[in-house]
């Protein structure tokens, strides 16, 4: 939240002069003020309609679930990295056309974290069900994650101001893959899920790559490593049998582990180090 300031007009001091001419100052307010182009317009459209490509690999995902096995998974796997590609990128689009300018009365980030829902939780959560990987009569404990998820998108403080996730962010489109890929028990599967899900909604700290600070530097640094192995599991994923009777997947797959292993264990770090730097003060 940013504090608002009730302004004291009798109190406040002269503003010095800023040695530019008034003339130039009214051109440069008039320049700030005037519509935008039909082109500029459409350019923000098209970013906004870029955005909704994740919309259409959301429908398809769904559509391939409703079908089911190995192949049909191994697409929505595909697809939920193409939506994580155009929702890593539509900002930097979206900042480029000055999208909140040209396009005010349409809200992309609304647009954005809907989308977000649906590929980075309800639809890998969907895939857990749908590929048995919970056991059977418990599949009503998936509400977990999907509960938590929401939570997470609709705190007001989503993430903290020194640079970090609040609570585990909603990365199960990454969980659902190494669910899937690797040969874990059923219950295993379903403590894992139930975990993370717990885990949103503790005041824990996660790495949030894109800022600043070392540590977010090295993790997206390692991030970018990760999508190498990442890219090439997700490519070699069988058609036609379980990735888990696959001794090269599973390979690939622990060798991919690097990174998720690194993004826990040093979030973790970080939140011990925190809640004892707290208690200490208290």
Known sequence: MIPHFAENRTSMPKMKPTGKDPKQQQAAAKARNVPPTALERLLGWCVHGYTALGLVAAAIIAVLLVRGGPDAYRW??????LATIVDASDGTLARLVRIKEVVPSFDGRRLDDIIDYLNYTFLPILLIWRADLVPPGQEAWLLVPLVASIYGFCQVQAKTDDGFFLGFPSLWNVVALYLYVLPLGTWTCLAIVLALGVMTFMPSKYLYPSQSGQLNVVATVLGIFWTIPLAYLLWSLPSSTSPRTDSSIQRIALVSL?????YMG???TITLSHWSRRSSAS
């Not at 929505?76 to 990295?81: G, H, I, S, T, V």
């Open 266 to 268: 040093v979030s973790w």
């Open 76 to 81: 929505c796997f595909l697809l939920m990295a």
């Open 258 to 262: 690097f990174y998720p292993v690194f």
